[in-house]
């Protein structure tokens, strides 16, 4: 939220899993536990939390579908499922597979399509 402020953004997108948990029986490749942990999952809660405080800082929080924008290359708009934390494609794009799929949301939202965005300084929160 800090960031957001310091770099005086005016709307948030967030992509809605509102319906991973459907259909998990249906969803034969994973396990019973793996099946019941992704229908106990509280999806709204985490939402929910950061719409209230970005809004009170009067910034506006969007929920978008997010189909496809792990699995597409925003270059030549192939399709294949990342494997490993790394999105590599047949066509030389190289992305980390978390920031790929942000790029992704947000390209749509800006232009209507997946298009590259280029990464400038990107730091990550969390320290390994």
């Known amino acids: ?3 957001c402020i310091a770099q005086s ?13 459907q259909g998990t029986k249906k969803k ?4 019973r536990r793996e099946r019941q942990k ?27 579908n997010e189909a496809y924008s792990t699995q597409t290359c925003p270059v030549c708009h192939q399709r294949h499922k990342p494997k490993g934390r790394m999105y590599r494609c ?17 390209s749509e939202q800006l232009y ?3 298009t590259p965005i280029e ?3 990107l730091t990550y929160l969390r320290v390994a």
């Not at 953004?9 to 948990?21: A, L, M, P, Y």
């Not at 034969?28 to 396990?31: I, S, T, W």
């Open 38 to 64: 992704i229908s106990n999952w509280n999806v709204g809660q985490q939402v929910r939390y950061l719409t209230y405080k970005l809004q009170a800082q009067g910034i506006a929080v969007t929920k978008v």
């Open 112 to 114: 209507g399509m997946f």
């Open 28 to 31: 034969q490749k994973l396990r």
């Open 90 to 106: 047949r066509c030389g794009y190289v992305s980390h597979r978390d920031t790929h799929g942000a790029k992704n949301i947000l």
């Open 9 to 21: 953004i005016k709307e948030v997108f967030v992509g809605d899993v509102g319906t991973v948990s």
């Open 1 to 3: 939220m800090d960031w």
């Open 119 to 121: 990464e400038n300084n």
